[in-house]
């Protein structure tokens, strides 16, 4: 058996259906669109959530709260998380990426849980009391980065 004497097995596949071929075909005429309207126009394209002139779902619920699009988010390393890395290493935002402890799409906030039994440097944006307190009592530095 060759690549080019391959064929679906009897009954696999299924003709495709031929319109406007006359009234005999049973699809002749308006070949299956119905009698006027738009989805019987050529071009026709329903657009996404429309209900066919219903009020769409997304306009029928209600809204409630406000977002604020300019908020700065953070992206959360517990201290606990960084003991897995050398002794007097310099962690930054980069090092946590590539490690996979953050997505690198926001600014990073250390926080305190866990215990840090390692003096490592670490520079973030944002850092917890108890995270900069657990650094610098593990004989490290917590760098601010703006």
């Known amino acids: 058996m060759k690549l080019n004497e391959l064929r679906p097995s009897k009954g696999a596949t299924k003709k495709p259906k031929r319109v406007g071929r006359g009234p005999g075909s049973g699809h002749g005429k308006t070949s299956t669109r119905g009698h006027k309207g738009h989805q019987q126009r050529s071009g026709f394209r329903k657009k996404l959530g429309f209900e066919g002139g219903q009020m769409p779902l997304t306009i029928r619920i209600p809204k409630r709260g406000f977002i604020n699009v300019f908020k700065e988010q953070y992206e959360i390393v517990n201290l606990e998380s960084l003991n897995k890395f050398e002794p007097n290493t310099e962690i930054t935002p980069e090092l946590l990426k590539v490690k996979g402890l953050?997505?690198?799409?926001?600014?990073?906030?250390?926080?305190?849980?866990?215990?840090?039994?390692?003096?490592?440097?670490?520079?973030?944006?944002?850092?917890?009391?108890?995270?900069?307190?657990?650094?610098?009592?593990?004989?490290?530095?917590?760098?601010?980065?703006?």
């Open 102 to 146: 953050i997505r690198g799409r926001n600014k990073v906030k250390i926080l305190g849980n866990g215990e840090l039994s390692i003096p490592l440097t670490v520079k973030a944006h944002r850092f917890s009391k108890s995270a900069r307190e657990k650094i610098l009592k593990a004989n490290g530095k917590a760098e601010q980065i703006t």
